[in-house]
């Protein structure tokens, strides 16, 4: 039986992947950001999974607005890097997993999440930051990816309830299938960020963090959270974090807590990243 | 009926949603053109022909053409969108962004680094407005 025993959580700013591929991470600016992730480093090489599904969303690279997926899953066997108007970032391709992105797109679709199944498409910095930041640099990347995309640009995404109901039902098909695979699931997008007109800037670091102790212990709560809300107190773009309720969810409630990072900025964003690990794993 | 739109009370703040993702719609697929490189040389060798190319408005026209970042959110645009006109013009995000804002790039630099917009003050308008 395959399990999901893991969770990371990180936000998926593109200036963070420039600074990996610029080699500017050491400067005065960045060097706080990847402080942050030198524990998840050992911590990811120590705890490779077989699998990865990594919930993120796509910024007008793959998807415009001729078809606007609410739920997408990645089934093919591989997916490129996206050029998101500078040229691809350069990284290895990232290898899917076809035979659990199949089986899961068809047991949460039974489960009345209507998945959109995707096949062709490259994948950009909302998946590939975070992927940067916890493997660093390696020529390939060690383990496979079921990207799992949620539309948070046009608005209404969809609520935290059905985030967090989504995550529920990821975890019964992960644990329905076959194989033993141990599987992580890694929400990303966020904190707090308005990237447009003239509130542009906004950090809310005390709700950022309330939202970071809240995910951790006692996650069904942030479920109320309403989109105007979202966008009230996190910014136009800071509600992308309804897909770590999907993340969060999919662990399952007992958790342990290995890491907790939180900095302000990285660009025009509040940068936030946890690793939680299922309770006795 | 209609749909209520709490978030219209957010300042400083364009939530994109259907009616604005209907009024932009060839706007952002404009914008989605210049992921392609010979379209990115094309329009920099004349902007003015190349957007005159798409059914866009005067107002979107000229948002595009005097790089006025909030005349084109105004007009339907969004950010992901917005972005790619960025990139043409290599102009860096952080940069592009600051010029929504009515600061210089080094303000908005500078309100980053010690933290960012605060969220007090800017929660509502109707809120703002009981101050006064």
Known sequence: ??????????????????????????????SPVFKGFEYSKKWQADNTPDVIILVYN???????????????????????????????????????????????AQ?????????????????????????SLMFGQPEAWPCRVIPFM????????????????LGKAL?????LFDEDLNV??????????????????LINR?????????????????????????IRDAGSEGIELVMWLIARSALGSQVDEKHRFYHVPASNTALGHLILEKAGN | MALEKPYQDIPGTIV????????????????MSLMKAENRKRFLADEKAYVDEWPLTDLQKQGVLEKDYNLCIEQGGNIYFLAKLFYTHTQPFERAVSTMTGMTPEEYRAMMLSGGRPIEGNRSIKENQGDK
């Open chain 1, 150 to 165: 949620v539309n948070v640009i046009q608005y209404p995404p969809p609520t935290g309830r059905r985030c967090f109901e």
């Open chain 2, 16 to 31: 994109f949603d259907a009616d604005m993702s209907r009024k932009g719609y060839h706007l952002n697929q404009f914008f």
């Open chain 1, 206 to 230: 005390e709700w950022d963090l309330n939202f970071m102790n809240t995910l951790i212990n006692d996650p069904e709560e942030l479920t109320k959270i309403t989109h105007p809300e979202y």
């Open chain 1, 184 to 201: 992580h699931i890694w929400g990303t997008g966020g904190m707090s960020h308005q990237l447009q007109y003239k509130r542009a800037g």
């Open chain 1, 107 to 131: 047991s949460v679709i039974l489960d009345s999440f209507d998945m959109t199944i995707c096949n062709d498409f490259k994948v950009d910095h909302g998946l590939t930051v975070p992927l």
């Open chain 1, 1 to 30: 039986m395959a399990r999901i025993s893991s969770a990371v959580f990180s936000s998926h700013i593109p200036a963070v992947g420039a600074a990996i591929d610029l080699g500017t991470t050491g400067n005065e600016y960045w």
């Open chain 1, 58 to 104: 796509d910024h007008a690279s793959a998807f415009d607005l001729r078809v606007v997926p609410t739920f997408g899953i990645g089934c093919s066997e591989e997916f490129e890097s996206a050029d998101e108007g500078w040229g691809p970032r350069p990284i290895p391709p990232v290898q899917g997993h076809p035979d659990l992105a199949w089986h899961i």
């Open chain 1, 171 to 175: 975890r019964k098909a992960v644990e």
